[in-house]
């Protein structure tokens, strides 16, 4: 199946604080897992992806997690800063097609 | 190198007109999807677009249309216009299995 739930659709944290966004999906087969931060009249971007053969990745202060048993990845962000508040949306390619399913967002706002 | 590249940038039409919207996606990228964002959504599928075959197609109605050209090049057409297509319509472009997904910067249509 094709469907990426993503938890939570808002979130405020304090600045300094750690945030995390999780998204769990259905097509067992997926390999590939991003995550895209949209700023507000901007593009989507993409700011970290995991493939299935990791369970984690860093990239200074975000990281991803994979449980490809429970289906599920996470998005961490660690010493949150005010230019950290947007809508980040997990995605997810469904198997032989080049098309991204994405999460229905996350909008954090971190508050100084 | 250059990004994805979606002209206009903004459009004003009328109920009922139609309108074509372009795409240009990154050198080599063979790959081109559509999406629709409006607000307080998140990414709505459209359709996706490899060598000049539509390969998967979102839940739109037929109003809805696209193709690709031989240089990779896409457009998006819209037809008989209503007041809900107004929205933020995102072009991407990949490599091959939703690796390395950008976006453009996105037409923004209003529909009066």
């Known amino acids: 199946g094709e469907n990426v739930e993503q938890h939570p659709s808002t979130l405020s944290v304090q600045e300094g604080d750690s945030a995390v966004i999780k998204c769990t999906y259905s097509?067992?087969?997926?390999?590939?897992f991003p995550w895209y931060k949209q700023e507000l009249g901007k593009r989507p971007q993409l700011i970290i992806d995991i493939r299935s053969n990791v369970g984690e990745k860093k990239d200074q202060r975000i990281a991803v997690t994979l449980n490809k048993t429970a289906k599920h990845f996470s998005l961490h962000i660690t010493e949150t800063q005010p230019e950290d508040s947007a809508v980040y949306f997990c995605?997810?390619?469904?198997?032989?097609?080049?098309?991204?399913?994405f999460g229905t967002g996350t909008r954090l706002q971190v508050f100084p | 190198k250059a990004g994805v590249t979606q002209t206009p940038r903004y459009l004003i039409k009328t109920r009922g007109q139609q309108v074509t919207l372009s795409c240009s996606p990154i050198s080599g990228h063979r790959s081109v999807s559509w999406y629709q964002q409006t607000p307080g959504q998140g990414l709505q599928f459209l359709f996706e677009y490899f060598s000049e075959t539509q390969r998967n197609k979102g839940n739109f109605p037929g109003r809805f249309s696209g193709r690709q050209f031989s240089n990779s090049r896409s457009e998006m057409n819209v037809s008989t216009l209503e007041l809900g297509d107004s929205a933020l319509y995102l072009c991407?472009?990949?490599?091959?299995?939703?690796?390395?997904?950008?976006f453009g910067s996105g037409t923004r249509l209003t529909v009066v």
């Open positions: 995605a997810q390619p469904p198997a032989n097609t080049d098309k991204l399913i």
């Open positions: 991407a472009s990949s490599l091959a299995n939703g690796y390395g997904y950008t």
């Open positions: 097509d067992s087969a997926s390999n590939y």
